[in-house]
């Protein structure tokens, strides 16, 4: 392989080949891991525990509680019947189909494959039984109070006097599955291998419980979550109001961090978290179908699913730009990959979007981008195929690799570039990828980040002592032969330009790609910089400087601080909005912006 300068990009005087100087101080951030939507300053608007959320509940008529896949529906029924012991209180998981019949027809829909399934519509009647709920009706004593609650509460009685939603945050889920103390719709799987229980949680539970919630809830009164030790209810009118107002200023969504088998120890360093997991790899700092939103009245504390916006609010988040693509959807997704003191990503590829689509019913695919937060001196990023990479020795190679061979040399197939702080790597569909040990990524990417083909995993184990699984034949399937040395150079690498330029504010277009439907500028300021959203999501992360501050120029919301590293959304409805450095003493902050394109002219894969 020939040796290459991997600076990347074209000449011109408005190209940087090197990061720019480090204008802002280096510092410990103060990273908020708990970001709240404040709603108002009332806590008796937030009912605390089942004594308080029984008195607010009607005493006569019927009650349906509609419960999210996975809420602990055995502790609402004991509520319900210490409550109201003259009530007759159903489960409705008494009324689903056989368990043995749910699971084989379930196990034949999701396929053989460990990791991935095709995305298909799925709903409550498929759990129901047809004759057992017909047989319940018959039998029901109609002059006694009736009370259902559990996933289908609102089909097996739609007539009821009142109705609640109970909501769950899926991080809490999953941790709940991975605890053992929670399994899949109508199935007794408890205890079951946690990645197992997420697989058809991500593809049935919680497309069953979606499908219900955005059509139900709005129709309800009272909304209750149940992911922390005590149950919370709020009137529904509230919670409504919560997602206007939120939609109005700018938010954060709140993270959370899970370990890997490569992950490393800056996020941990950085971010003052805990010692007891033995890395930190993934910081899911933006990814709305998997994140919460904590919504503050008072000093009492609601968290709902940031989807749950997306959903019920998406002209007003999203725009008119992403709506007319996506529909309800927030298609971008930041995220951060921490291999300090760790080691290399698994060597992998997206599908591209005709296999996506036609694989598994995806409407676009996994674009995506590596920032540099920060890196090592001996950080690389694999990216792109070298010019002497045969697809035969290739597929041979790692086959062999995978089946107990020698391993690859993957430098021989895959370009190895040297990784810099504030670098950024453009990475479309079907190129072959991965960041290496020692450096601290801001994946900013399309939303479906499940779908990755892992190539190769250098020979090691997941953390749960099982090789993670590889998908070498859907991944040859992907990669895109033509990805070589000069297009990774020319069209990948630091594909960084000024777009404009005022008197301490620079904006910079990195990226991504002319076949990503993803806009990224980096944008530099040292007083203040004026943006707007043009009626157009967008997402930011302060990649350099200690904390900023963004504000209106019309007053329409409250100031609200941001610190190094933390990304937060601008929805669309803010329009005009400013950003101004808390970084004394000359301090110059940046952030990575990104934002759906609106221009004609790209090649866009979900027009393809």
């Known amino acids: 392989m020939r040796r290459r300068s991997w600076c990347g990009g074209r000449s011109g005087p408005t190209q940087r080949c090197l990061p720019p100087p480090p204008f802002g101080r280096t510092a410990m951030a103060i990273y908020d891991k708990q970001p709240v939507v404040h709603i108002g300053g009332d806590p008796q608007a937030c009912a605390v525990g089942w004594p308080d959320i029984v008195s607010r509940l009607p005493d ?13 529906v055995d502790q609402i029924v004991a509520a319900m ?5 003259d009530a007759q209180v159903v489960d409705t998981a008494t009324l689903f189909k056989p368990t043995e019949v749910i699971d084989d027809w379930i196990a034949a829909h999701l396929g053989g ?21 017909a047989a319940w009706r018959s039998a029901r004593v109609t002059d006694a109070r009736t009370i259902v609650v559990g996933p289908g509460a609102a089909t097996i009685l739609p007539t009821s006097n009142a109705s609640i939603y109970v909501s769950m945050a899926r991080w809490e889920l999953q941790q709940r599955q991975r605890r053992g103390h929670i399994g899949n719709l109508g199935s007794c799987n408890r205890g079951t291998r946690a990645a197992d229980l997420y697989r058809r949680a991500f593809f049935v539970d919680w497309r069953v419980g979606d499908e219900i919630k955005y059509d139900l809830l709005p129709l309800t009164q009272f909304v209750i979550e149940m992911n922390g030790p005590e149950p919370k209810m709020v009137s529904t009118a509230t919670y409504l109001l919560a997602l206007d107002l939120a939609v109005h200023r700018p938010i954060r969504v709140v993270p959370f961090f899970d370990a890997g088998p490569w992950g490393g120890q800056w996020m941990r360093k950085q971010f003052d978290l805990p010692d007891g997991p033995p890395n930190y790899a993934w910081c899911f700092d933006c990814v709305p179908e998997e994140n919460s939103l904590l919504l503050g009245f008072g000093d009492r504390r609601f968290e709902i699913p940031a989807l749950d916006l997306v959903r019920l609010r998406p002209e007003m988040l999203l725009g008119p730009t992403i709506m007319s693509r996506f529909g309800a959807e927030f298609p971008i997704r930041f995220d951060m990959l921490d291999t300090m003191g760790g080691g290399n990503l698994s060597l992998q590829v997206h599908p591209q979007h005709d296999y996506a689509r036609d694989a598994f019913n995806l409407r676009y695919t996994q674009d995506e981008s590596y920032y540099m937060l920060d890196a090592g001196d001996d950080a690389v990023v694999y990216l792109g195929l070298t010019d002497t990479a045969d697809p035969a020795v290739f597929a041979e190679t790692f086959a062999a690799g995978q089946n107990g061979g020698p391993a690859p040399d993957v430098d021989a197939f895959v370009n190895r570039i040297p990784a810099r702080k504030h670098d ?8 072959v990828h991965c960041s290496g040990s020692n450096a601290m990524v801001l994946e900013i990417s399309a939303t479906p980040y499940i779908f990755t083909f892992k190539l190769w995993d250098w020979e090691r184990l997941g953390l749960d002592g099982r090789p993670r699984p590889i998908h070498l034949k859907h991944g040859l399937a992907n990669i895109d032969w033509s990805r070589r040395e000069d297009f990774t150079r020319d069209e990948l690498v630091n594909q960084i330009t000024t777009v404009a330029e005022g008197p301490d504010w620079t904006r910079e277009r990195t990226g991504l790609h002319r076949l990503e439907f ?31 501050v963004i504000e209106s120029p019309t007053g329409s919301f409250a100031p609200y601080e941001v610190h190094y590293a933390e990304t937060f959304i601008v929805p669309a409805e803010i329009g005009a909005y400013r950003l101004r450095s808390l970084d004394g003493d000359g301090g110059r902050c940046a952030v990575m912006r990104a934002y759906v394109r609106t221009d004609d002219e790209i090649t866009d894969n979900t027009k393809q």
């Open 81 to 85: 019947r210490a409550a109201y012991p």
């Open 60 to 72: 006569t008529g019927d009650l349906s509680v509609e419960c999210y896949p996975g809420a602990p």
């Open 424 to 431: 950024h790597f453009l990475i479309p569909a079907g190129t």
């Open 113 to 133: 494959d460990p990791v991935f399934a095709r995305f298909e519509t799925v709903g409550i009647d498929a759990f129901l039984s047809v004759a057992a709920v």
């Open 518 to 548: 993803i806009e990224t500028e980096r944008i530099w300021f040292a007083s203040a910089v004026d943006l707007d959203t043009q009626r157009n999501l967008n997402v930011l992360n302060l990649v350099a400087g200690t904390a900023a």
